[in-house]
């Protein structure tokens, strides 16, 4: 009894740092990639402009970036919904639109990087700021689905939609069943543009 003892202890202490070790590296490759996108944005003055497709590809892994001031929260968004990308803060889904297109853009991101988003409610601003300008969306709904269910990701080009994904119940890890989703409408579209030298 007591080797079994013994081996749970060091079975569970094992699991924990792997899991906090995990957490602390993704936390610290969000910060590095937030870092990557201020320094491709910069401080510069917004010039108005559309959108241009030609700055609608990932930079140095990064696509656009996604704030909530709710929430003071500000991630940068990169490429894709594998395990991977996600592994470190959210992705975009590469087959839903990118801001300033008319349709439906989706990010997904874990559960333990989004644990405070049932906070939101109907109204509240999600912001995603591009390299060609800012767009602002206010949330007007949530809805818990089954993993399968991929209908809240259907193109829509009637509008200008932001989808966000994660795992749920929030607090059950990689052992969540199921998928909270938070819908948003675009209200405020601030095209800007940047110019790099």
């Known amino acids: 009894m ?6 749970c202890v060091v079975i569970g202490l094992f699991l924990v740092g792997t899991f906090a070790y995990g957490m602390w590296s993704g936390v610290s490759e969000q910060q590095h990639l937030n870092q990557v996108w201020q320094g ?7 010039v108005s402009a559309g959108v241009d497709p030609a700055l609608q590809h990932p930079v140095d892994g990064v696509d656009f970036a996604i704030r909530i001031p709710k929430l003071d929260y500000y991630a940068a968004v990169k490429e894709g919904v594998d395990a991977g990308v996600l592994y470190s803060g959210p992705g975009h889904y590469p087959t839903t639109m990118w801001p300033g297109d008319p349709g439906t853009i989706g990010v997904a991101a874990h559960n333990v990087y989004w644990i405070n988003f049932p906070q939101l409610t109907k109204g509240d601003e999600i912001d995603v700021e591009t390299r060609y300008g800012l ?56 095209p800007i543009r940047h110019s790099y030298t």
Do not use: K
């Open 135 to 190: 767009y602002r969306y206010r949330m007007t709904g949530s809805q818990v689905v089954n993993p399968d269910n991929r209908s809240v990701l259907v193109p829509n080009s009637d509008g200008y939609h932001l989808t966000l994904t994660t795992c749920w119940p929030l607090w059950a890890g990689a052992f969540a069943t199921q998928r909270y989703v938070i819908f948003a409408e675009q209200v405020w579209p601030v």
């Open 40 to 46: 491709q944005v910069g401080e510069r003055p917004p």
């Open 2 to 7: 007591r080797v079994l003892w013994l081996s």
